[in-house]
């Protein structure tokens, strides 16, 4: 497994969770890192995205003002915490990593090359 996805779990509308992306093949500051999510029958999602080199961030529409991404150098980790969760965040939560180092965010999941396992993610109303 190119990257580890982790801290999905099962948790009541309004309440939080926090996601970690760690990989030991991979320097992530070397890259943009991206947070996907997938519900049954629907198409993969952007969710939020940091970039490489400067830190920038972005965040999906659904999800601005309430998801917050983060990158941890130190411990070659990134962060996505997720507040005030709603039953439509439910699915199953992808990192991912492009192919080349230092490329720019893209919002298409096509452009990501290496992916973790998922980790799932159920908001309970």
């Known amino acids: 497994v190119q990257l580890q996805a982790s801290g999905g779990g099962l948790v009541q509308a309004g309440g939080s969770l926090r996601l970690s992306c760690t990989t030991s093949?991979?320097?992530?500051?070397?890259?943009?890192v991206g947070w996907f999510r997938q519900a049954p029958g629907k198409e993969r999602e952007g969710v939020s995205y940091?970039?490489?080199?400067?830190?920038?961030?972005w965040y999906g529409d659904s999800v601005n003002g309430r998801f917050a991404i983060s990158r941890d150098d130190a411990k070659n980790t990134v962060y996505l915490q997720m507040n005030s969760l709603k039953p439509e965040d439910t699915g199953v939560y992808y990192c991912a990593l492009p192919n080349e180092r230092f490329a720019s965010i893209s919002e298409d999941y096509r452009n990501y090359y290496y992916w973790g396992q998922g980790t799932q993610v159920t908001v309970s109303s």
């Open positions: 093949r991979f320097t992530l500051d070397d890259y943009a």
């Open positions: 940091i970039n490489g080199r400067d830190g920038a961030t």
